[in-house]
């Protein structure tokens, strides 16, 4: 069974248009992250939800737009789309930091590359 | 400067040898993890560890806290082993993970 699953895999799609993606968690984990990777293959977090809510909201463009509808799936909506937000898109998910702060593993979607023509 | 810095950024090994990837940052962590990420762009977990030292096959990795450094070790590498190799650490109090740049690992047969 897949941990976390995102769909689609492959999105190509023209400027200006809007699109989503995707993301569920079969794990119980009650956060879920997105993260982009570059064309330099650079990671960086976009956004953190923990039990629907937002926690982490990095300078990300207006135009993304995160929304959790339970705590196992976590969709990402980009309006406008400009030839800069090609990149592959990864979820992620981990189960709540401890109240000591204690972290945990983070297990990752299989990725979505967008490609923006 | 990133706050997570990895070295080297390409590394290409007969298969066999021993080989030390290194990571150093200067965020304040609970913990850091080590990702792999294959030829094909899936990112596995390989290790999250807070202190001293951990072990799974062929895989070692160690952390300093003091120091603000920790290493991935790969013993008696294999082709199979040719990846990019990523840490990662989050800040003290949240979950937001800051990247490395990467170690691309090649391993020949």
Redesign the interface.
Same mark, same amino acid.
């Given at each position: 069974d897949t941990a976390v699953s995102q769909t689609p895999k492959y999105l190509v799609t023209q400027m200006g248009n809007d699109k989503s993606i995707k993301c569920e968690q079969n794990l119980g984990h009650d956060t879920m992250y997105w993260y982009k990777q570059d064309s330099k293959k650079f990671l960086k977090i976009m956004f953190s939800y923990n039990n629907k809510e937002l926690i982490i909201n990095e300078t990300v463009p207006n135009r993304f737009s995160p929304k959790s509808p339970d705590k196992a799936h976590l969709n990402l909506h980009i309006n406008s789309l400009e030839l800069g937000d090609s990149a592959v898109y990864f979820c992620a998910s981990s189960q709540e930091k401890t109240s000591a702060g204690y972290s945990y593993e983070q297990y990752f979607g299989p990725g979505t590359r967008l490609t923006v023509t | 400067k990133n706050e997570v810095e990895q070295s080297p950024q390409n590394l290409t090994a007969q298969e066999g040898e021993f080989i030390t990837i290194n990571c150093s940052y200067s965020v304040g962590i609970?913990?850091l993890?080590w990702?792999q990420?294959h030829p094909g =762009?899936?990112?596995?977990?390989l290790f999250?560890l807070?202190s001293g030292k951990k072990k799974h096959g062929r895989l070692i990795a160690t952390i300093n806290i003091q120091e603000k450094h920790s290493s991935l070790h790969i013993t008696a590498s294999h082709p199979r082993d040719s990846a990019?190799y990523?840490c990662?650490a989050?800040s003290? =109090?949240?979950?937001?993970?800051?990247?490395g740049?990467?170690t691309r690992l090649t391993i020949i047969p």
């Open positions: - | 609970s913990a993890h990702l990420q =762009g899936g990112i596995v977990s999250m807070s990019v990523i990662a989050p003290r =109090g949240n979950e937001k993970l800051t990247f740049t990467g």
